[in-house]
């Protein structure tokens, strides 16, 4: 992407968001607002491909961009699906296997050193009065990673990273976004769904693929992706813990909107943007 410019005149320097704020990510089927918070879940995304994933992946991603306590993390290996916030990155990773298990390693480092820093102030979860940045992970198609690239070992410690970020970095303010067009059970086991706060299951061929995301038995209750329209890109049925499906249209964004967010985003970045000794600019300090 090309560098970014000042924005015009007239323009309020600094977003005013925050990852402990709500997130809009679309209404629901009686047209009301569905927000949801991030800053202490994770969310799955799964479905057919064409189904909106992306469209989520990108409303999050802008919002995240424009936080000014979020710091990104982007894997995506067409490149193309969050290639647009390149440059409000800290990290993006593209059909690069080793590259991504550098970055995760880097990401579990950060979370075990924040939970020491947590236990030596005897506190059990990063709060907005830290002064730490949430750093929001968007991963974009995880059969990629775990499954078609790279050497059966290589994806073995993919998933184990993966999860071991799903599991533990919620409290230590590094929370997982993650899709995939494949919601199969090698491709997301039951111990590793459960582990995420929001699930969107996007339209799905089968009861079973949409179960995978939403839970064991939901589509037998008349909650199941297989009732959505092709032709209804964005609809899904979101979940949260403890809850009920909900059924939901995500909010879209064009390329030229995500465009202008992402200039701006990055514009308003720049004073603060760090550099790693590895040119990556990601931070890796004590507590990131």
Same mark, same amino acid.
């Given at each position: ?85 390149? +440059?409000? @990155?800290?990290?993006?990773? &593209?059909?690069?296997?080793?590259? *991504?298990? !550098?970055?995760?390693? $880097?990401?579990?480092? %950060? ?115 297989? +009732?959505? @329209?092709?032709?209804?890109? &964005?609809?899904?049925?979101?979940? *949260?813990? !403890?809850?009920?499906? $909900?059924?939901?249209? %995500? ?38």
């Amino acid at each position: 992407m090309a560098t970014a410019t000042a924005p015009t005149a007239g323009i309020p320097v600094g977003p005013g968001l925050s990852m402990f704020d709500p997130i809009f990510v679309g209404i629901d089927e009686f047209g009301q607002p569905v927000y949801i918070t991030l800053a202490y879940r994770n969310l799955l995304a799964g479905g057919e491909p064409g189904g909106g994933k992306s469209g989520l992946l990108n409303t999050i991603a802008a919002h995240a961009a424009l936080s000014a306590d979020s710091r990104l993390v982007l894997l995506d290996g067409k490149l193309v699906e969050l290639g647009q916030w390149e +440059d409000c @990155a800290d990290a993006f990773i &593209g059909p690069d296997i080793t590259a *991504a298990l !550098g970055v995760l390693r $880097r990401l579990q480092q %950060v979370m075990n050193n924040r939970y020491a820093w947590l236990r030596a102030h005897g506190r059990r979860k990063v709060t907005a009065l830290d002064g730490l940045s949430v750093i929001t992970v968007l991963v974009d198609e995880i059969a990629f990673y775990s499954a078609t690239i790279g050497s059966k070992q290589e994806q073995e410690e993919f998933v184990a990273l993966l999860r071991d970020l799903v599991a533990r970095g919620r409290a230590a303010g590094i929370p997982v976004v993650a899709a995939t067009q494949r919601p199969s059970f090698d491709i997301i086991p039951t111990s590793l769904r459960d582990l995420f706060g929001y699930r969107a299951a996007f339209r799905c061929t089968t009861p079973n693929s949409s179960n995978i995301v939403l839970g064991h038995g939901w589509a037998e209750q008349g909650y199941t992706a297989t +009732d959505i @329209a092709p032709t209804n890109q &964005g609809a899904a049925y979101l979940i *949260a813990e !403890g809850g009920t499906p $909900r059924r939901i249209k %995500v909010a879209y964004l064009t390329d030229a909107q995500i465009a202008g967010i992402a200039d701006y985003a990055a514009w308003t970045r720049r004073p603060t943007r760090l550099s790693a000794p590895t040119g990556s600019r990601l931070d890796w300090g004590t507590a990131a």
